[in-house]
């Protein structure tokens, strides 16, 4: 390298081009020790920067899951306590039944203590009405297939389905599934008690659909009857379960059914609901004492205390209905356990990203102030050099004196 040449200091351009990376060097590790972070362009690692963003996005949606299933719960925990509260009013309604099923209170008494049971079925109604989040209802029977997010992808879902506990839901009976059959001298009659006279209605053997055992019984009923020009209906509620017979031509309805058990059980799973003129309420699985024309329609609750026997015999029905109520708190504990499990589950994955991301995006402290320490050195000895290279083409003047 010669120094008598003075048209261009190449050992100063190396030097100054030196000084401006060390000076690059020095501003990234000041922004980095500023900003805690080890990418702050893309330029910096656009591979890390990639990473880092998406990651970051997923933790921010895992977090919104989180709290997601934290509503969740807070919605479980209202449906909870209004199913409690209607628990409670179920264990004053048996109390008042058990009252009444003692032959020491007279009509009065027992017409008082039946309105008490009234109106505590009306506070259930207005409980399940009235227990609400954001206005929406819980416990009326409408919350049903509801979906809560509770992760961060579009299969992280959990249905939730909270059964009504409306007096409705209670005074009646639990629903079954199939279709029913019908075996010939096992489940296919149906006996009634017609003012003395012996009704009995036999179904044809095979499988029906509910719609079509109602068509079929109205066929049987009918062909059975012993009073001339005295026909029945039978109608079917796919909603309710319900199967009501009732004289043709918008008679009184003079018993109503309820489909109570599996496929097999034929006639045999259908349960009166109604009553007849003694407030008796039936079995369906064997001859069903009926004065039709005698039938004294009810309020249609189901829950009475006109007697000592029907008070008794309205004991079960409670025992069902708090024993319904209790499996359906069951339910919305086992959904809150599930949501319990999703936050735990959650939170670990928040925790793992989040790790993950710092670990890519995040400044590592000791090293960038290690590396500043060393930029810094290099920064002044870049300097002294780039000075020195500049005076060097000075030298020449020596040879011209």
Same mark, same amino acid.
């Given at each position: 390298m010669s120094f008598t040449r003075i048209g261009a200091n190449l050992v100063a351009i190396r030097a100054f081009n030196q000084?401006?990376?060390?000076?690059?060097?020095?501003?990234?590790?000041? +922004?980095?020790?500023?900003?805690?972070?080890?990418?702050?362009?893309?330029?910096?690692?656009?591979? &890390?920067?990639?990473?880092a963003r998406g990651l970051e996005a997923r933790r921010r949606s895992l977090d919104q899951a989180l709290s997601n299933v934290q509503t969740a719960r807070n919605v479980l925990s209202i449906a909870e306590g209004g199913y409690m509260a209607i628990a409670d009013i179920l264990q004053t309604i048996k109390e008042k039944v058990v009252? &009444?099923?003692?032959?020491?209170?007279?009509?009065?008494?027992?017409s008082a203590i039946q309105g008490q049971i009234d109106a505590l079925l009306d506070e259930i109604d207005d409980i399940a009405d009235k227990t609400a989040f954001q206005g929406t209802k819980l416990i009326d029977g409408t919350f049903t297939g509801k979906l809560f997010q509770t992760g961060g992808s579009a299969g992280d879902i959990l249905m939730v389905s +909270?059964?009504?506990?409306?007096?409705?839901?209670?005074?009646? @009976?639990?629903?079954?599934?199939?279709d029913p059959e019908v075996a010939a001298g096992t489940n296919d009659t149906l006996a009634f008690d017609e003012n003395g006279s012996s009704l009995t209605a036999t179904l044809t053997p095979g499988t029906y659909t509910? *719609?079509?055992? *109602?068509?079929?019984?109205?066929?049987?009923?009918?062909? !059975?009857?012993?009073?001339?020009? +005295?026909?029945?209906? =039978?109608?079917?509620?796919?909603?309710?379960?319900?199967?009501?017979?009732s004289k043709a031509g918008g008679g009184p309805t003079v018993i109503v059914l309820k489909w109570t058990a599996a496929a097999s059980a034929g006639l045999a799973g259908l349960l009166g609901f109604y009553t007849n003129?003694?407030?008796?309420? @039936?079995? &369906?699985?064997?001859?069903?004492?009926?004065?039709?024309?005698?039938?004294?329609?009810?309020?249609?609750?189901?829950?009475?205390? !006109?007697?000592?026997?029907?008070?008794?015999?309205?004991?079960?029905?409670?025992?069902?209905?708090?024993?319904?109520?209790?499996?359906?708190a069951q339910k919305v504990g086992e959904?809150?356990?599930?949501?319990d499990s999703k936050a735990d589950t959650l939170a670990v994955r928040i925790t793992n990203t989040e790790a993950?991301?710092?670990?890519i995006e995040d400044a590592d402290f000791a090293r960038e102030h290690m590396g500043l320490t060393q =930029?810094?050195? +290099?920064?002044?000895?870049? @300097? *002294?050099? @780039?000075?020195? *290279?500049?005076a060097a083409p000075q030298l020449v003047l020596s040879i011209m004196q």
């Open positions: 000084l401006q990376g060390v000076n690059r060097k020095f501003g990234s590790h000041l +922004l980095r020790l500023s900003s805690g972070k080890r990418i702050n362009q893309v330029g910096d690692d656009p591979a &890390g920067f990639s990473l009252q &009444g099923a003692d032959d020491s209170y007279n009509a009065d008494q027992r +909270l059964d009504s506990a409306a007096s409705s839901a209670f005074t009646g @009976f639990v629903g079954g599934s199939g509910k *719609a079509g055992l *109602a068509t079929e019984l109205q066929s049987a009923l009918n062909a !059975a009857s012993v009073k001339p020009g +005295l026909s029945y209906a =039978v109608t079917y509620d796919g909603g309710t379960g319900k199967y009501t017979i003129a003694n407030d008796s309420i @039936f079995n &369906g699985g064997g001859p069903v004492p009926i004065g039709v024309s005698d039938y004294v329609p009810t309020s249609g609750t189901g829950l009475s205390v !006109a007697n000592a026997s029907v008070a008794a015999t309205t004991m079960t029905y409670v025992d069902l209905a708090i024993n319904t109520l209790n499996t359906i959904y809150m356990v599930r949501l993950t991301r710092s670990r =930029v810094q050195i +290099l920064q002044q000895t870049a @300097f *002294a050099a @780039f000075a020195q *290279a500049n």
